[in-house]
């Protein structure tokens, strides 16, 4: 069988949306998969990495992703076997990367899903049982460990995540963009990973904390869903996109951050924020801004920091599965 599943980046939290929402966004990473039934040979992988992909890492990706301990799409692939308590095939995986690694792009997520989509496929045409899309979304956002990455990355467009204790699921809300807007950013030559990143977030907060999130989140919602804008919601944007829970405890960790986010809002940004866990830092202007003349990295450069220049639109479609042959 062989198939092939493209996936979309994705950025998350969007300021105060901390681990609820994403959006999709139009970089992707293309999964083929060759599963020849069952076999004890190991797993093999190929890869290949867009200009951006190799421009903003300087690791050994090869090396990092052949590892079947390091490969999520491996790892999540075998999952749906282990869940259902059946062989794991073999498999021959070739990857085009265009999603940075480590940046706050949801490239985990993509690897995820498609190693899961891929053996779903995989077991409906041959074992007679498969997972409803929903389950398939629940069982990523399990492994994964929050659900603002994988529900854009699946769905497209921009998607919230309500949690449900009692069943301990998620139930994915597509929200629609229609605000006049877009979106610029760079993408800094260094990586945080999601671990890292998530030590210097305190785990319990004021309630007057959580009244100034919740009401930002709100306002977000009610302005990125207006087509339309009138006097005075540019400037409640920029209260919108505030944060307290993330955000502020994160920059320390990315040198330039906080003078990148001062230096674009001086040059007409409707407001700026961190990517996920970072280091990708991305703006929102006016859809009729011209930015043509504003140097987005400079004061990252100013750090001593590298960074390209990124500008990225949303993705509305999400995964996208095609079976070539069976």
Same mark, same amino acid.
């Given at each position: 069988?062989?198939?092939?599943?493209?996936?979309?980046?994705?950025?998350?939290?969007?300021?105060?949306?901390?681990?609820?929402?994403?959006?999709?966004?139009?970089?992707?990473?293309?999964?083929?998969?060759?599963?020849?039934? @069952? $076999?004890?040979?190991?797993?093999?992988?190929?890869?290949? !990495?867009?200009?951006? =992909?190799? %421009?903003?890492?300087?690791?050994? &990706?090869?090396?990092?992703?052949?590892?079947?301990?390091?490969?999520?799409?491996?790892?999540?692939?075998?999952?749906?076997?282990?869940?259902?308590?059946?062989?794991?095939?073999?498999?021959?995986?070739?990857?085009?990367?265009?999603?940075?690694?480590?940046?706050?792009?949801?490239?985990?997520?993509?690897?995820?899903?498609?190693?899961?989509?891929?053996?779903?496929?995989?077991?409906?045409?041959?074992?007679?049982?498969?997972?409803?899309?929903?389950?398939?979304?629940?069982?990523?956002?399990?492994? @994964? $460990?929050?659900?603002?990455?994988?529900?854009?990355?699946? !769905?497209?467009?921009? =998607?919230? %995540?309500?949690?449900?204790?009692? &069943?301990?699921?998620?139930?994915?809300?597509?929200?629609?963009?229609?605000?006049?807007?877009?979106?610029?950013?760079?993408?800094?030559?260094?990586?945080?990973?999601?671990?890292?990143?998530?030590?210097?977030?305190?785990?319990?907060?004021?309630?007057?904390?959580?009244?100034?999130?919740?009401?930002?989140?709100?306002?977000?919602?009610?302005?990125?869903?207006?087509?339309?804008?009138?006097?005075?919601?540019?400037?409640?944007?920029?209260?919108?996109?505030?944060?307290?829970?993330?955000?502020?405890?994160?920059?320390?960790?990315?040198?330039?951050?906080?003078?990148?986010?001062?230096?674009?809002?001086?040059?007409?940004?409707?407001?700026?924020?961190?990517?996920?866990?970072?280091?990708?830092?991305?703006?929102?202007?006016?859809?009729?801004?011209?930015?043509?003349?504003?140097?987005?990295?400079?004061?990252?450069?100013?750090?001593?920091?590298?960074?390209?220049?990124?500008?990225?639109?949303?993705?509305?479609?999400?995964?996208?599965?095609?079976?070539?042959?069976?």
């Amino acid at each position: 069988m062989l198939l092939k599943i493209k996936v979309p980046a994705t950025t998350a939290n969007i300021g105060p949306g901390f681990d609820i929402w994403g959006m999709a966004l139009n970089l992707y990473n293309t999964f083929s998969c060759e599963i020849t039934g @069952e $076999g004890k040979e190991k797993p093999e992988f190929s890869f290949s !990495y867009s200009p951006l =992909v190799k %421009s903003t890492t300087n690791a050994d &990706l090869d090396q990092i992703l052949s590892n079947p301990q390091n490969n999520y799409f491996y790892k999540s692939f075998c999952s749906i076997f282990q869940q259902l308590n059946l062989d794991i095939p073999q498999i021959k995986l070739s990857v085009n990367i265009e999603i940075p690694l480590s940046r706050g792009l949801g490239s985990s997520s993509t690897s995820i899903l498609a190693g899961m989509l891929a053996a779903n496929e995989y077991i409906r045409h041959f074992k007679n049982t498969s997972f409803h899309i929903n389950e398939i979304f629940q069982l990523a956002v399990q492994m @994964e $460990g929050h659900p603002d990455n994988i529900a854009p990355a699946l !769905y497209g467009g921009w =998607v919230l %995540s309500i949690y449900d204790d009692k &069943l301990n699921l998620y139930t994915p809300v597509l929200l629609p963009v229609e605000a006049p807007v877009q979106l610029a950013g760079i993408i800094p030559h260094i990586t945080l990973a999601t671990k890292d990143a998530r030590k210097v977030i305190s785990q319990s907060h004021h309630i007057a904390t959580i009244a100034y999130q919740s009401s930002r989140t709100a306002l977000m919602t009610w302005l990125l869903t207006k087509k339309v804008w009138h006097a005075g919601d540019s400037d409640l944007f920029k209260k919108a996109i505030q944060d307290k829970i993330h955000q502020t405890q994160r920059s320390s960790l990315i040198p330039g951050m906080v003078d990148t986010f001062n230096y674009w809002m001086e040059k007409g940004a409707l407001a700026a924020y961190l990517s996920g866990a970072g280091t990708t830092l991305l703006s929102f202007w006016d859809e009729a801004f011209s930015l043509d003349n504003v140097d987005l990295k400079k004061m990252m450069g100013e750090a001593g920091i590298e960074a390209t220049p990124f500008y990225p639109t949303i993705d509305r479609t999400g995964t996208i599965i095609e079976t070539i042959s069976i």
